[in-house]
């Protein structure tokens, strides 16, 4: 790898308008004002691997023609990957526990149980589910006839998260049990989630500004949390009216506190709380 001994210097506005445009054409994730070091820093990284020194030029690199499209895929790895950890809001795991107890209880099961990771990053957030949904299958004594599909636009959190191991400070959020039941020390130090989980998670690349060219698989649940902040009000609408279209009858959509508090869906109705953010569909089959 070569790099530049010459570090490039501060992006101008209009650069930064330049390149927030793009990221938001190709990801539908916009920067404020504030965000502009950010930006700043995950390019000028990148083009010192490179050994360029001006925005410009990399600017036309990344926008030129299918060499450019691979090297966007490399920096937009860079400035898509969120910092997350194992059950990093828990209230949240615990209600998909709950709905999944009730529909064990009240023998509601038709099929597999079917659970979306939307923007899953290096894979906590689905792993934690699978652990969730492991727990009640278990606890019934069935079949653990469930799964989790995982989606990011991050290749690169992708293959970490396939590998399924992770750094000590990952786990800090999980209780003892759980570390113990669904890890195995790795030989650095490291824990590496067991085998039986990692069979339950299908880790796949995508664009959520893009989910109407999907496959219309419908979901008994659909978490989505830490990524709506980042689109535009209209754009966070639009995605969740098609999370609400690839719901099963009963299903329930669960996202991140805050993150649109004034949508609507006539076939879903918001869950009564404070700690969870979450609406249920209709029974009914449309």
Request: proline residues 3%; aromatic residues 10%.
């Amino acid at each position: 790898m070569v790099w530049s001994l010459q570090t490039p210097s501060a992006l101008t506005d209009s650069q930064f308008v330049q390149w927030s445009k793009l990221l938001e054409e190709r990801t539908g994730i916009q920067l404020s004002a504030q965000q502009k070091t950010l930006l700043q820093s995950q390019v000028a990284m990148r083009m010192r691997e490179l050994g360029c020194s001006d925005y410009n030029q990399y600017y036309q690199q990344v926008t030129d023609g299918l060499s450019g499209l691979m090297e966007w895929s490399i920096l937009v790895d860079r400035l898509t990957v969120k910092e997350t950890s194992f059950f990093r809001h828990r209230p949240s795991l615990e209600y998909v526990r709950r709905f999944i107890q009730n529909r064990i209880n009240n023998r509601e099961l038709q099929g597999s149980f079917d659970i979306w990771s939307v923007g899953c990053a290096s894979g906590e957030e689905p792993y934690s589910l699978a652990m969730v949904a492991n727990d009640c299958f278990e606890l019934a004594a069935l079949a653990p006839y469930y799964g989790v599909t995982a989606m990011d636009i991050s290749n690169a959190a992708l293959g970490q998260a396939r590998t399924g191991v992770y750094a000590t400070r990952k786990l800090e959020q999980l209780h003892p049990d759980e570390v113990a039941r669904y890890f195995r020390r790795t030989d650095n130090g490291n824990f590496q989630v067991v085998e039986k989980l990692r069979d339950r998670v299908c880790f796949s690349h995508g664009n959520v500004t893009r989910i109407g060219s999907m496959p219309p698989v419908n979901m008994d649940v659909i978490f989505c949390q830490n990524l709506l902040v980042y689109f535009r009000r209209w754009l966070r609408r639009d995605i969740l009216n098609a999370f609400a279209e690839r719901l099963k009858p009963g299903g329930v959509l669960i996202i991140g506190l805050g993150e649109s508090v004034d949508w609507e869906h006539p076939s879903l109705k918001r869950v009564v709380g404070t700690e969870v953010q979450a609406y249920i569909r209709d029974q009914r089959q449309e």
